[in-house]
């Protein structure tokens, strides 16, 4: 899937551009296939981690004044940079932006629902929700990162819907109206499949936003019945399994949420469930 992701970069009809591989602790000859590569590459590796170390790993080391993220088992079209180029000089005052995708679940091509359509403008609402900006095809300011921080790494999975979270109550995310990546599921290795209870990890990203008290009142009470709603589910779910500790768990949360106590939620429990 590698070698599939790095030719489609290497495809590109715009050509200003560095490409960071960063390998979060692979043992499966990732290494070689760099070795003969027609671009310069930098290679980064690290013990295993997880996704928001490697990316930040790669942010980190970039010189490059915008960000594109490319996940392995994604591709971009050849006129993806292209277009995102010029978007960013079209459009000076957005400093983050996506464009609309292909999607291939187990090899065949399929229709994203209503819900996962992609959107522009102010989508915090709609993010609260579900991830609404693909990481594979969002291009992302340097400042973003210096202004509201790298992606979560206390989060193995849904670390990408978190940094939306923070971003989005005060940035306007452009869109790019044309299908410029594909995105490629329904293999063993997503992160979606390894990880149970993926509600806690929003609920994780929701209460910490909560704590910070930075949301303008219009936001702070969807993102407040967001949470409640969230840990219902959870909690539901405790109980249909008869995992009574867990369920008595996130009626405390519910509590505090409803008293809007935030910060008696210890919000890192959350992702020890």
Aim: glycine share 6%.
């Amino acid at each position: 899937m590698l070698k599939r992701a790095l030719e489609s970069v290497y495809a590109q009809t715009f050509r200003d551009y560095e490409i960071i591989i960063a390998d979060d602790g692979s043992d499966d000859g990732t290494e070689e296939i760099f070795r003969n590569s027609p671009r310069s590459i930098v290679y980064l590796k690290q013990d295993n981690s997880g996704v928001s170390a490697a990316r930040n790993l790669g942010i980190r080391n970039s010189s490059s004044p915008y960000i594109a993220l490319l996940d392995s088992d994604d591709t971009w079209h050849p006129q993806k940079l292209h277009m995102d180029a010029e978007f960013i000089n079209e459009n000076p005052g957005i400093k983050i932006h996506q464009s609309e995708d292909i999607w291939i679940r187990e090899g065949k091509r399929v229709n994203p629902q209503k819900k996962h359509l992609k959107k522009g403008g102010w989508i915090f609402p709609e993010s609260l929700d579900l991830c609404m900006i693909s990481p594979s095809s969002a291009v992302i300011s340097a400042e973003i990162f210096e202004k509201y921080g790298l992606f979560d790494e206390n989060l193995r999975a849904c670390e990408d819907y978190d940094l939306w979270l923070r971003i989005t109550p005060f940035e306007e995310v452009g869109l790019i109206g044309e299908k410029l990546i594909t995105r490629y599921a329904g293999h063993g290795d997503q992160l979606s499949s390894l990880f149970p209870v993926m509600d806690r990890f929003r609920l994780y990203s929701i209460i910490n936003l909560l704590k910070k008290g930075v949301l303008e009142n219009k936001y702070k009470e969807g993102a407040l019945v967001k949470a409640i709603e969230k840990a219902e589910i959870i909690r539901n779910g405790a109980v249909k399994r008869s995992i009574d500790s867990l369920a008595d768990y996130m009626d405390m949360i519910i509590n505090y949420l409803h008293e809007e106590n935030y910060k008696q939620i210890d919000s890192l429990t959350l992702l020890k469930i």
